[in-house]
């Protein structure tokens, strides 16, 4: 069979690579503000959580994140060696591990309050209808997975 009989396979018509493309992009894009935070994106989409909530289970991180526990588990460790979160077993059920923002962790937020707005600025050829648009179908997308 040629290629034409074969359409879907063509790079082209996937969804899936623009979605793949920008994400790597976008975090690229974030990587050198957050070096000077000493945090990976993920880290920092962690602590954003954290910032917000003060303290949950590794089950709702994981689930507000997309994460499993597997990529949480290391993850929250180099945190916790960082000084910015603690991890402690909740006291009535010891299977549940509790996450704490620390008073170093707190503090990072101030450091960390531009970032934002910055990176939305480096997105010039967007407008604010086009981003809040594209927010509101990838956050549809997200909730059928």
Not at 92 to 100: M, V, W
């Amino acid at each position: 069979m040629s290629l034409e009989g074969y359409e879907q396979l063509k790079l082209e018509n996937q969804l899936c690579f623009p979605l793949y493309a920008a994400a790597k992009e976008v975090v690229r894009q974030y990587k050198p503000v957050l070096d000077e935070l000493d945090l990976t994106y993920t880290q920092y989409i962690t602590m954003m959580v954290l910032w917000e909530k003060e303290s949950l289970n590794v089950k709702e991180l994981g689930s507000m994140l997309y994460l499993d526990s597997g990529t949480l588990t290391p993850l929250l460790k180099k945190l916790e060696a960082k000084g910015y979160v603690t991890r402690c077993r909740c006291k009535e059920d010891e299977r549940n591990l509790i996450i704490c923002i620390t008073e170093k962790g707190e503090a990072l937020k101030e450091r960390a309050a531009s970032i934002p707005g910055d990176m939305t600025c480096r997105f010039v050829n967007l407008t604010k209808e086009e981003i809040s648009s594209m927010y509101h179908s990838l956050y549809k997308l997200l909730s059928q997975v």
